[in-house]
């Protein structure tokens, strides 16, 4: 039988202390319903002493019943001078009513003495007494030993009596931290291997990234004897980052024999990272182990050649296994095996293949070295190819396109675009406002181009990204405008480039409706 | 004495097989020129039988010496059926004139049958004959061995081979590549323990991040006796990119006793990281151990407390030791220990203190809940808390603006605005033109402001970032403005947020334009 591993989601609460994540408590419910779905053992929501939002999620959270997992509340040891019943942020996490609840006591010296302020053994009985007030109260207590590592190396003596506080208390189990990140894999290994005979709870394992070796460091414990693995998805977290549970999984399950979640779920592993990065609002790192956008991507021409003989030959693991997909990309270090695998995925009819690919590199070449990029925008690449082949012609063309934009005092501004079309002899002109000068281009643009070509209402544009290419010019650098549209079955992306952020983002919009309108013609034929 | 590590660095060329890296041949030696500052010991600059820019970055590199760093030109073992001097690819990294080469060899069986279609002894004499030519032509030969891990595993019989027949050859330093990324650390130990009584040259190790151990499998290679690290900076690379030199250099040199680069260059790694994001165009991954902007970030409530105590507290390593800076950051998780800490770092004086620092916290926070982000933009951030506690005025109003953009056909477009503005009794309406909207507003608010304050002339906008905040509305969507403005002695950030793009930018403008002059009544004062 598999050894399994329980998996301690704490997205919603040391996730959003990184930078730039933040979750309302309705996103956080939407995130610890996937989270459920997926199969993790735990979902820690948040911290009910600390902030409103946390309390509001947790009040919410009552009426809901998970089919996997437990949520629990976390939070400090008592204040010093107050018993747990008198401690309003203890009673606060009694109050979000969870099943088990997650309580950080100081294992480190220096903690209890310079940042708490008091003496070595109060501290010892804050823990002792903290945790056997939440186990009285009936909740099952994870008890996270805070600085555990730095703790050990400073002090190995004072932190053994901390965890024996817990233990004595009544824990059920004892998760090591290595709050700041600084352990070393090598060191982790030793501490656990002279500390685990001490401990006589389950052992799980809670780590930060500020030395990249957070992965390494989760997987080592396990080999040294933890049974819980405490992370985040996509490693959201103060400072560089919880370890990202994707990844601890990927390796564990996959290649290790552990079981973490149910197998089936394994395909959804990047869905659920490109669903919270999506909650949560933050871009997702295209480079991430298994997951990521570019985990799969191949570029140099020599491992493109190879993986069109045997997939392996440049990756470590099917991309399908945890739902990702292998991609090739096109650039300027692509050979003419790119854009035959490519053409070949978009089943384009390549003449004379020789030539026709030769003068598709060339061209790509150069729309690249002007700041264009295909490689997140094949729906641009498609078109160009077609249009190179002469496989597509421009459905309908500008005549000319008038954008206003107007603001008065402190009022809301107002946008107006005026656009004339001609498609084949026929012209079309006509105007619209939109919330802002793109959205007015937008939706003039279909207005116009409605009667011509219904299925564009069908089309819905999801997405809207806009970069600068040139670092150095301020407000008169050229732009990059990534537009990524749907219908019900395709997701598209699109690309514009030019010196007005306008502009570039009508080239990318004409882009996208050609691509919906060239599916038309596919589907036709 | 401190046990040295060769770093070499392949950002030029593995870096680049990265998504969304694109470094032109200038490119390429303003790279080298700061690898080689830094103390790198090996650059390898290029493929040059790959692509015609490697061979003309080397054509330009020839006329360059470096002080402390060797450059290298990269290539793979010569063809099947023909010998070194008839293969173009060879006398490619001949004609490069490079001190150091580094070829690569088929290691693991499948690709040398599969992949190359050839027997496994041909092979053998592909690497061995090379190798030979190659030193007999006078360079210093690296040998990648590249699959060495997932060859060994699979045949370490033959694997073990191919390294002597690079021996034979008589190679200089011999790599052990992870080059799927798909090797655990404690299967790389086992294999690196078996290996290395067979090898009698210099080790060294290059790994990938497809499992996100590769920081983890560089250390643990150095424990094993490699005494060459292999890398590229930020860890761009194919797939998950390469391992980070940037960590590696942190770990072991800060942490482990080796010495990586002169010390007195440590101080310059945050910079470096930078640097080289900015030269590919790449944004920078805020997370990234040691260098990343959030590396040192503090949002919780309970970690900004502690820090103000002892920075130790939730920092593993001196911020400045490697060139970047602690941060707090202000967000709804925010106590008051963050706004106290921050206005002191701005030097606000507030008033009473418990009320006025509630005060921000709530506006900071409904501001947030729109859309705004303060943790990225201090000078909004500043602007904010002044005008909250009264500390700032407003220097001018605007009255009303008007932006035109016109498009006839495949023409360029044009942009112009008109601006009116107030500055106490007086009024000053002007017009200007722009590459974009947002830049002729720019122009013309410079234009209008300018004989009121001509101070604003010193600053210049140096970047410009659109982010789209709701993903699911498309072009309707609220977008987030951010400026980054300079002047001879500072930079600094700004935001807007709107639906309308425009008025975003016009928000983050004038914020910059407001922080310019609050600068300067701060030096009057």
Redesign the interface.
């Known amino acids: 039988m598999q050894k399994k591993i329980m998996l301690y989601d704490t997205t919603l609460r040391d996730g959003?202390?990184?930078?730039?994540v933040?979750l309302s408590a309705e996103d956080k419910l939407k995130v610890a319903h996937r989270l459920d779905e997926m199969g993790i053992t735990y979902i820690e929501g948040g911290w009910p002493g600390?902030?409103p939002?946390d309390a509001r999620f947790f009040s919410m959270a009552r009426s809901v019943s998970f089919k996997n997992a437990k949520l629990t509340a976390f939070g400090?040891t008592r204040r010093f001078g107050v018993t747990p019943e008198n401690d309003p942020s203890i009673q606060a996490i009694l109050e979000a009513e969870t099943p088990a609840v997650t309580l950080f006591g100081k294992t480190w010296d220096?903690?209890a003495t310079?940042?708490l302020g008091v003496t070595l053994e109060q501290n010892l009985e804050m823990i002792e007494d903290t945790v056997r007030y939440l186990k009285k109260e009936g909740r099952e207590v994870i008890y996270d030993a805070e600085h555990f590592f730095d703790g050990y190396k400073n002090n190995p003596e004072y932190t053994m009596k901390t965890i024996a506080a817990a233990q004595a208390g009544g824990a059920d189990i004892m998760v090591l931290c290595d709050?700041?990140?600084?352990t070393?894999?090598?060191e982790l290994k030793a501490i656990m291997d002279a500390a685990l005979p001490q401990i006589s709870l389950p052992v799980g394992i809670h780590v930060h990234?500020?030395?990249?070796?957070?992965?390494?460091?989760s997987?080592?414990a396990v080999?040294c004897g933890a049974s819980m693995v405490q992370g985040t998805i996509n490693?959201y977290g103060?400072?560089?980052?919880n370890v990202?549970l994707l990844?601890v999984i990927?390796?564990l399950q996959l290649?290790?024999g552990y079981q973490c979640i149910p197998c089936e779920n394994m395909k959804n592993l990047t869905d659920l990272s490109r669903f919270i990065s999506?909650v949560a609002?933050v871009?997702p790192?295209?480079?991430?182990?298994?997951v990521?956008?570019?985990?799969?991507?191949?570029?140099?021409?020599?491992?493109v050649s190879?993986i069109l003989?045997?997939s392996?030959?440049?990756?470590?693991?099917d991309p399908e296994t945890v739902g990702n997909r292998r991609r090739v990309?096109v650039?300027?270090?692509s050979g003419k095996s790119n854009i035959e695998y490519k053409t070949r995925e978009m089943d384009i009819k390549l003449g004379e293949a020789a030539s026709d690919s030769a003068k598709i590199v060339n061209i790509v070449k150069s729309l690249?070295d002007k700041g264009y990029?295909f490689?997140?925008a094949e729906g641009s690449l498609e078109l160009l190819i077609k249009k190179i082949t002469g496989q597509f012609r421009e459905p309908f063309?500008?005549?000319?396109?008038?954008?206003?934009?107007?603001?008065?005092?402190?009022n809301?501004?107002t946008?107006q675009a005026t656009i004339k079309i001609s498609v084949g002899d026929e012209k079309e002109i006509t105007a619209a406002e939109?919330?802002?000068?793109?959205?007015a281009?937008?939706n003039a643009l279909r207005k116009a181009l409605n009667g011509f070509f219904p299925v564009i209402g069908e089309m819905?544009?999801?997405?809207?990204?806009?970069?600068?290419?040139?670092?150095?010019d301020?407000?008169?650098?050229k732009?990059r405008v990534r537009?990524e549209?749907r219908d019900s079955n395709e997701i598209w992306s699109t690309v514009g480039v030019?010196?007005?952020?306008?502009?570039a983002?009508?080239q990318a919009?004409v882009d996208s409706v050609q691509y919906k309108l060239l599916k038309e013609e596919k589907n036709r034929a």
Chains 1, 2 share one sequence.
């Not at 959003?16 to 730039?20: D, L, Y």
């Not at 819905?460 to 150095?472: M, N, S, T």
């Open positions: 959003t202390q990184g930078e730039q933040n600390s902030n939002k400090s220096l903690h310079e940042i709050t700041n990140g600084g070393l894999t090598h990234d500020d030395c990249g070796l957070s992965v390494a460091n997987i080592m080999l490693g103060e400072r560089c980052g990202d990844a990927g390796n290649k290790m999506e609002n871009p790192v295209n480079q991430r182990p298994f990521g956008k570019s985990a799969f991507a191949h570029k140099g021409g020599v491992h190879a003989k045997n392996r030959a440049y990756e470590h693991i990309l650039s300027d270090l690249e990029q490689e997140a063309a500008l005549e000319s396109l008038r954008v206003t934009m107007e603001k008065d005092g402190d809301d501004s946008s939109g919330d802002g000068p793109v959205n281009i937008d819905k544009l999801v997405d809207f990204q806009v970069r600068v290419i040139e670092g150095a301020g407000t008169g650098a732009v537009i549209s030019s010196e007005n952020i306008i502009e983002s009508w919009l």
